[in-house]
């Protein structure tokens, strides 16, 4: 019975600290290095706001690691200082397939690769950041969220909340990442 027990521990173990050497669940990007700042390109386009003065270019994103059972991913970016700290959100997409393990610079930005839910703006693609022309440094936050749904449950045009409500007992679990962004000051 001590030899049982001792065994069985023994794969207890061996089991445990394998999975606690998981290799992680990651999102990264080639374009910006995580805490540093957005290309200029990544900002919004320029147009009725001064504040913008990019090309609304979508970062190339990439991430490994899901965890087992990933059926589809969602992916929320968001100011959480934006319009003076109610946030904003540049993106809500959703149904992106478990096969998927990037999108491509411009994917986001041209509605690509996803199921288009609604930002702070009203479209289903992605925004560019166009915080105020001040010294404030503004914060993007990237937060892809494994799910057991399969890449066709949602319907298009959820609000973030609508889409974080949904996910209720679905999510695995998620990967994320930050970046700055500052708009040019004019002289």
Request: a neutral charge.
């Given at each position: 019975?001590?030899?049982?027990?001792?065994?069985?521990?023994?794969?207890?173990?061996?089991?445990?600290?394998?999975?606690?050497?998981?290799?992680?669940?990651?999102?990264?990007?080639?374009?910006?290095?995580?805490?540093?700042?957005?290309?200029?390109?990544?900002g919004g386009k320029?147009?009725?706001?001064?504040?913008?003065?990019?090309?609304?270019?979508?970062?190339?994103?990439?991430?490994?690691?899901?965890?087992?059972?990933?059926?589809?991913?969602?992916?929320?970016?968001?100011?959480?200082?934006?319009?003076?700290?109610?946030?904003?959100?540049?993106?809500?997409?959703?149904?992106?397939?478990?096969?998927?393990?990037?999108?491509?610079?411009?994917?986001?930005?041209?509605?690509?690769?996803?199921?288009?839910?609604?930002?702070?703006?009203?479209?289903?693609?992605?925004?560019?950041?166009?915080?105020?022309p001040t010294l404030?440094?503004?914060?993007?936050?990237?937060?892809?969220?494994?799910?057991?749904?399969?890449?066709?449950?949602?319907?298009?045009?959820?609000?973030?909340?609508?889409?974080?409500?949904?996910?209720?007992?679905?999510?695995?679990?998620?990967?994320?990442?930050?970046?700055?962004?500052?708009?040019q000051i004019p002289?």
């Open positions: 019975m001590n030899k049982l027990l001792s065994s069985l521990c023994l794969i207890a173990a061996s089991v445990g600290s394998a999975a606690a050497f998981a290799a992680p669940f990651t999102l990264s990007s080639p374009d910006f290095t995580a805490g540093k700042l957005l290309p200029s390109a990544a320029p147009g009725n706001d001064p504040a913008c003065h990019g090309q609304n270019i979508s970062p190339l994103l990439e991430w490994q690691n899901a965890p087992a059972n990933t059926k589809s991913y969602a992916l929320i970016i968001q100011d959480p200082q934006g319009k003076n700290g109610l946030g904003v959100t540049h993106l809500v997409a959703y149904g992106i397939p478990a096969t998927t393990q990037r999108l491509e610079r411009t994917a986001l930005s041209n509605g690509k690769g996803f199921v288009g839910g609604l930002n702070s703006k009203g479209t289903e693609a992605y925004v560019g950041p166009c915080p105020p404030d440094l503004h914060y993007y936050t990237f937060t892809l969220i494994a799910t057991d749904l399969a890449p066709t449950a949602l319907p298009a045009g959820l609000l973030r909340e609508e889409l974080l409500h949904r996910l209720e007992g679905h999510a695995l679990a998620a990967a994320g990442t930050v970046a700055g962004y500052q708009a002289h």
